[in-house]
């Protein structure tokens, strides 16, 4: 686990000197996600920038949270704990690295969209797991701090002014540690800070 957390902690320092060397117009981000379960919601807050002023490639750090998760496929471990409704904050740090397809067209319309494509690793911060009724049973551990999942991500962006925008997409976690596939649909807002190059 110290491993994990020690290789995630190497990695956000590298996209930090990244940013620090290059940037000239840091993009920040709120997201409200939808995951695909009943009752789960959520939100994310990210920083990004362009990687050596290029337009096209960009990278990202986001905080996420989604509330009331459930752990797919519980009812194969355990059928009382599958019955009780278990439910789970899930909080990560996601690093992700993208790239931007705008669209070439006269149409003013089209002009102002971007299709954003991104895959990243996610970093759990917190510890899950479950206690047996039977007291000589071991705890089972469903997420533990410092796991790392694969994550991507698909989004569709309107921009309204040189800073401003409105997105939304949809974002996958492939197999987040024992809790399996989670998927969430999200509408965001972006704002830019610093210099522009071009647009």
Known sequence: MARSIQHATQILCFFMAIWHGNSHALESSVQLHKVDQDKSFGY????GDEFFKQKAFNWQVSYNRFENVEISDLDKISVVWDSAGF?????????????RYYPRSYDKFIKTLMVEFQLGASVNLSEHKLIPLDPK???????????????????????????????????????????????????????????????
């Not at 994310?44 to 920083?47: E, P, R, V």
């Not at 439910?87 to 690295?97: A, V």
């Not at 197999?175 to 965001?188: K, N, P, V």
Request: aromatic share 18%; hydrophobic share 35%.
């Open 137 to 199: 049973a071991d705890e089972r551990y469903f997420a533990e701090q410092g796991d790392i999942n694969p994550v991507l991500s698909i989004s569709l962006q309107k921009s309204f002014t040189k800073n401003s925008a409105m997105h939304i997409g949809f974002k996958h976690y492939p197999s987040y540690s024992d809790f399996g596939s989670i998927s969430t649909l999200f509408i965001g807002f972006n704002y830019r800070f610093g210099r522009q190059i071009g647009y």
């Open 44 to 47: 994310s807050l990210s920083i």
């Open 87 to 99: 439910d789970f904050t899930i909080q990560t740090i996601d690093l992700s690295l993208g790239y």
